[in-house]
């Protein structure tokens, strides 16, 4: 996307947020982290993972600082989570569990957005939904 920021988005099912074990279990400033990491996966290159490459995780200290928060925080909120079996933590960084099946509707719909291969772009253009066909 040469001089143009990437617009994305991830998937939050209002009924777990606001009544599901991340609201009752979490302190406010955990939630936040909870939800901050939440984007880091989404915009990572693997989606549903916060690691540099497929191989290699982040810093602590690099994900405390990306979120501004203090590392007791990030890493009080990590094993509150991976408790709730929220993210799974290894060698290759942090993984958000469940993403696909949080995300799959974004992701199913994801070949709609943009014209695939061979097929004529102006096609979305003329639809209901045209205007917002990436271009």
Same mark, same amino acid.
């Given at each position: 996307m040469s001089g143009q920021a990437r617009m994305s988005w991830i998937k939050l099912w209002i009924d777990d947020c606001l009544e599901g074990p991340?609201?009752?279990k979490l302190t406010p400033d955990e939630r936040s982290v909870y939800y901050?990491?939440?984007?880091?996966?989404? $915009?990572?290159?693997?989606?549903?993972?916060?690691?540099?490459?497929?191989?290699?995780p982040y810093p602590s200290q690099y994900i405390a600082g990306v979120l501004n928060i203090s590392l007791?925080?990030?890493?009080?909120?990590?094993? $509150?989570?991976?408790?709730?079996? $929220?993210?799974?933590?290894?060698?290759?960084?942090?993984?958000?569990?469940?993403?696909? $099946?949080h995300q799959s509707e974004y992701q199913r719909q994801k070949k709609y957005r943009t014209p695939q291969p061979g097929q004529n772009p102006e096609k979305y253009k003329r639809g209901k939904y045209g205007h917002l066909v990436q271009h």
């Open positions: 991340i609201r009752f901050e990491l939440e984007l880091m996966a989404g $915009k990572s290159e693997t989606p549903g993972y916060i690691t540099q490459d497929e191989q290699t007791e925080l990030l890493e009080r909120s990590l094993a $509150k989570l991976q408790q709730l079996n $929220k993210i799974a933590l290894n060698d290759g960084g942090i993984r958000m569990l469940d993403w696909d $099946k």
